[in-house]
């Protein structure tokens, strides 16, 4: 923790390199690049440039204090807990609640250690930390120090009164002020002092005294205090001496830790690294690789490793491409390992420590601004739109054949059975958790939080939230041929969903003079997410928009992500047009399903919520869908797209190779299953070299490799055995390559959508046969139908009963609400039972 600020000028020199093992330091207007914990001040004259500001953080820079009109300037551009404010006593009023909650820290310049002044700033800044420069000639007292501390402020001494010397009148010696606060109930007066490696992991307990500590921060090596033996400076026999890096108090400061490099055979008098025990995980590998770089014998694999770095550069690119592959804990930690095992071969040949490692990761920590994340060209799938391939690097031999794997389903245990039936783990509490701030945002500044998340996330800098009919002809202008593919389509899938609409009233008399109905009222408003941005998927907003036409919804919601010119598809917009969409919010991920769920100045409110999308989208819509204040459903929960093919002696090897393959691309976690129905292996060969050359074909065949390798040939011996296990693994899609296939339909219990025989491929489905595609995955079929026009209404009940009829029913009514102890519900029917015989 940091009681202890010291202001230097200049970084560098024997007074810096001592003042840095002993925390951060305050550097006055610093040039690149920064030493490692740094704060940085800027001083009332001193400008505020947003990308200097941004250069120090991203380059390791703690945290930034600045005067109050520079922090005016950037509140709200910098994260809070990186900025801290500089005022002096007679400015603390000047200070806005805006600029109190975007700081993390005050420094206060007084000409004194007042501490009523103190306690008042700290009250005010209820929720940051104080420090405290006393702007004198000379240093305050310990003692004076010492009470500072103790009301909880941080101490900022500039280096002109720090020594390293004995202190005197005009400078203090560094060892007395960091040992200020340090306070210990032995009776020798020592301080107990953990001792441990660079990333923290324990050698061993000791004892320090004020001397031993003033020297460890003078010179950088290890020195204790022996309780028999006084000053014991470590290794100065053994050899196994310590470089320290750094010297911390606890948090009630009566202990100390000393990180250090430790050198020779170990810190423990037994010649082992820890006085806990031998070392274990990563410091046991680091420290096992570094003896084998050292000593390991010719011809050994760890000394091959080292010595050609083609083949040390092969394992790792094939054991990432395992990770990648891996789908269980046991499977991924294991893959982790072998990774981690020969990515550290590599460091260790370079030179480069663990703590090099953590230290890098803590300057990334400390960057502000950020870069998009995506993967570089080589590495990155192709997107839906993209007509030719992305190069990419093969982590494995790309001229392997891309096959499946299989299965006897006969030859499998219960529990395996189990795993074949399993889909890849949704960590859907981990999404929910990172979509809530942005729902909550949005939820809270409306339509301001939706623009900016389109602008940051979408890349689109919009000044609307919406598009509202009627829709330009400019924005609708697509090539005649598609115009015609999309009305054709149209009129399929309005002509299935028409005849579903339930309009009839259900009227059944249950005993004489009492009759109950039920009657089916349209949803008022609904929102439909259409996957998008730079995809164009009019067919996801026909599969939506339709149904909810032909029900009756009154308000028609798209929401859909805008192409970086902030414009939609005309594909979209002339489907929107087709079916009267009320409003198209241009917008996409976990803002636009908060936008829908809550409403914002433009954004129209809706009851429920349709559509696929990512897992941020699918995260949000189960967070909405859970709070009572949006009172909003969705439609199904929704996973990665998912086919079963079944397929026995009549299959055609071609057709199911496509229809496997028109679902491996849309994704490497595709679930792609075959059930082979007493297939000969010639019969199965054909089928995996059809598979094998239809995808090297693809413009996504890096995607489909991958997806391919994860998928599943399950061979059966019958049919009853296939449909048993199809009804288990409930699929998105069905495909029944079978001879007679119509009639094994009847034996369908569980599926999203089922394609019959061998010219109904799923793609037919997906676009224009008239069914819907927005249907239940990762195994939901067993409780969830596909969208549907009845998914877009509700049905009322309602009940009339005479007074005949209440004479045969009231008395059962009273009998049973007695029963429960509800005894107004009892009178409700006795009152009027009472007026009858009246």
Same mark, same amino acid.
């Given at each position: ?20 093992? *002993?925390?951060? @330091? ?21 400008? =505020?440039?947003?990308?200097? *500001? ?50 993390? /820290? ?44 103790? !009301? ?27 040992? #200020? ?7 020798? +007066? ?25 020297? !460890? ?48 055979? /170990? ?20 420290? =096992? ?97 993209? @007509? ?39 960590? !859907? ?59 054709? #389509? ?109 409403? =914002? ?36 929960? #929704? ?17 199911? #190779? ?54 599943? *040939? ?50 037919? +489905? ?30 009322? =009940? ?41």
């Amino acid at each position: 923790m940091t009681r202890f600020l010291p202001l230097l000028d200049v970084p560098q020199g024997d007074l810096f390199d001592a003042l840095s093992r *002993i925390g951060p @330091v305050l550097l006055s207007n610093p040039s690149l690049p920064l030493p490692d914990n740094s704060y940085i001040l800027l001083d009332q004259n001193a400008s =505020t440039d947003l990308d200097q *500001i941004v250069a120090w953080l991203d380059h390791g820079a703690e945290k930034l204090v600045l005067p109050l009109a520079s922090a005016k300037e950037v509140i709200g551009l910098i994260p809070q807990e990186r900025l801290v404010l500089l005022l002096d006593a007679v400015s603390v009023s000047a200070v806005s609640d805006k600029v109190r909650n975007g700081v993390s /820290g005050v420094l206060l310049k007084t000409p004194e250690i007042d501490l009523d002044l103190i306690s008042s700033v700290s009250q005010f800044f209820s929720k940051s930390a104080i420090y405290v420069l006393v702007d004198a000639s000379g240093p305050p007292s310990i003692y004076s120090i010492q009470s500072l501390l103790r !009301s909880g402020a941080n101490l900022v001494l500039p280096s002109s009164q720090l020594t390293l010397d004995v202190s005197s009148s005009t400078q203090l010696d560094i060892a007395d002020v960091f040992l #200020a606060p340090i306070t210990t109930d032995r009776p020798d +007066g020592l301080f107990p002092t953990i001792v441990s490696t660079e990333t923290g992991h324990s050698l061993g307990l000791v004892y320090s005294s004020a001397e031993s500590v003033r020297e !460890s921060i003078i010179t950088g090596k290890g020195v204790y205090q022996s309780r028999k033996h006084g000053l014991w400076r470590k290794g100065e026999t053994s050899g196994s001496t310590q470089d320290v890096v750094s010297v911390r108090l606890d948090c009630d400061s009566d202990s100390l830790q000393f990180r250090v490099v430790q050198h020779g055979s /170990g810190f423990c008098h037994l010649e082992r690294q820890s006085c806990f025990g031998e070392a274990s995980g990563l410091p046991l590998l680091e420290k =096992t690789l570094r003896s084998r770089f050292e000593n390991a014998p010719e011809g050994s694999y760890t000394k091959r490793l080292f010595n050609d770095p083609e083949l040390l550069r092969s394992k790792i690119m094939e054991e990432a491409d395992e990770l990648c592959r891996a789908e269980t804990g046991d499977e991924i930690a294991f893959e982790a390992a072998d990774l981690i095992y020969f990515a550290l071969t590599k460091c260790t040949a370079y030179g480069v420590t663990v703590a090099d490692i953590e230290r890098s990761l803590d300057k990334k920590a400390k960057r502000v601004s950020r870069r998009p994340g995506n993967a570089k060209p080589q590495w990155s799938a192709p997107k839906a739109a993209e @007509v030719k391939p992305t190069p990419a690097v093969a982590l494995v031999d790309s001229n392997a054949p891309i096959r499946m794997r299989t299965t006897t389903l006969s030859a499998t245990s219960e529990e395996e059975r189990a795993l074949l039936l399993r889909r890849p783990v949704l960590k !859907s509490d981990e999404m929910i958790e990172k979509v809530k701030p942005i729902v909550s945002e949005v939820r809270v500044r409306g339509d301001a939080a939706l623009l900016e998340f389109t602008a940051k996330f979408d890349k689109a800098k919009l000044t609307s939230t919406c598009i509202f009919p009627p829709y330009s002809k400019e924005s609708m202008e697509i090539p005649s041929d598609v115009k015609e593919a999309v009305d054709q #389509a149209y009129a399929n899938i309005k002509k299935f969903h028409a005849a579903q609409i339930d309009g009839v009233t259900l009227k059944v008399e249950t005993m004489p003079g009492v009759v109950c109905s039920r009657f089916a009222r349209a949803i008022s408003r609904v929102g439909l997410y259409i996957p998008g941005g730079t995809a164009i998927l009019p067919s996801t907003a026909l599969m939506l928009g339709i149904p909810a036409q032909v029900a009756g919804c009154k308000e028609i919601v798209f929401a859909t992500p805008p192409r970086s010119d902030g414009s939609i598809s005309p594909e979209v917009m002339y489907v929107a047009h087709l079916v009267g969409a009320s409003a198209i919010l241009k917008a996409g991920g976990a803002q636009a399903v908060a936008a829908m769920a809550y409403g =914002t100045e433009t954004v129209p409110k809706v009851d429920k919520i349709f559509g696929p999308g990512n897992q941020w989208v699918t995260a949000a819509k189960m967070l909405v869908q859970n709070d009572t204040d949006a009172l909003v459903s969705i439609d199904m929960p #929704a996973g990665p797209s998912e086919v079963l093919v079944m397929a026995d002696h009549t299959a055609n090897p071609a057709f199911v #190779a496509a229809d496997l393959l028109s679902q491996a691309e849309h994704g490497v976690d595709s679930q792609v299953v075959l059930v082979a129905v007493s297939l000969t292996p010639e019969h199965l060969e054909k089928i995996e070299i059809e598979v094998d050359e239809q995808a090297r074909a693809l413009s996504r065949v890096d995607i489909v490799k991958q997806s391919i390798a994860k998928s599943l *040939i399950v061979q059966v011996t019958s049919i009853e055995e296939a449909l048993e296990f199809s009804n288990d693994y409930a699929p998105e899609h069905l495909i029944l390559h079978l001879q007679n296939a119509h009639d094994k339909v009847q034996f369908v219990d569980n599926a999203g959508s089922v394609f019959v025989g061998p010219f109904t491929p799923e793609s037919c +489905g997906d676009y224009a046969s008239g069914t819907n595609h927005t249907l239940p995955t990762n195994g939901y079929a067993r409780q969830f139908s596909g969208v549907n026009t009845l998914s877009f209404q509700k049905h009322i =009940t309602s009940q009339e009963i005479t007074s005949d009829g209440l004479k045969g029913l009231g008395p059962i009514v009273v009998t049973l609400a007695d029963c429960e102890g509800l005894q107004a519900h009892a009178n409700a029917v006795r009152i009027r039972l009472s007026s009858m015989k009246a």
